[in-house]
Nanobody
């Protein structure tokens, strides 16, 4: 069974930084595209960033230049470094993994990120 365990999140002022991490169980990380989604209160879940096994990345326009996704294949982890945080970044952030062969997806439990003065 594939499990994703998130850590991080919290309260930060506008312009501040925060780092999220996610650990993927098992030794099958090469099978998966990894990424982060977020869901603001009262809104739909939206893509933040993805990263392939080769470290190729894709970002939502709203976070380009501010967020950085990375993965450590040896440690089976994916991280999201968030800089220059804005009020609109407030959301529950979800780690995810998608099997690049059968497209089955797995999700973390979610981490609350609140940006407030």
């Amino acid at each position: 069974q594939v499990r994703l365990v998130e850590s991080g999140g919290g309260l930060v002022q506008p312009g501040g930084s925060l780092r999220l991490s996610c650990a993927l169980s098992g030794n099958i990380i090469s099978t998966y595209i990894l990424g982060w989604y977020r869901q603001p209160a009262g809104s739909q879940r939206e893509l933040v960033a993805t990263i392939q096994y080769t470290h190729a990345t894709n970002y939502a326009d709203s976070v380009k230049g501010r967020f950085t996704i990375s993965r450590d294949n040896a440690r089976s982890t994916v991280s999201l470094q968030m800089n220059n945080l804005k009020l609109d970044d407030t959301a529950v952030y979800y780690c995810y993994a998608r099997n690049r062969y059968n497209r089955i997806e797995h999700w973390g439990q979610g981490a609350q990120v609140t940006v407030s003065p």
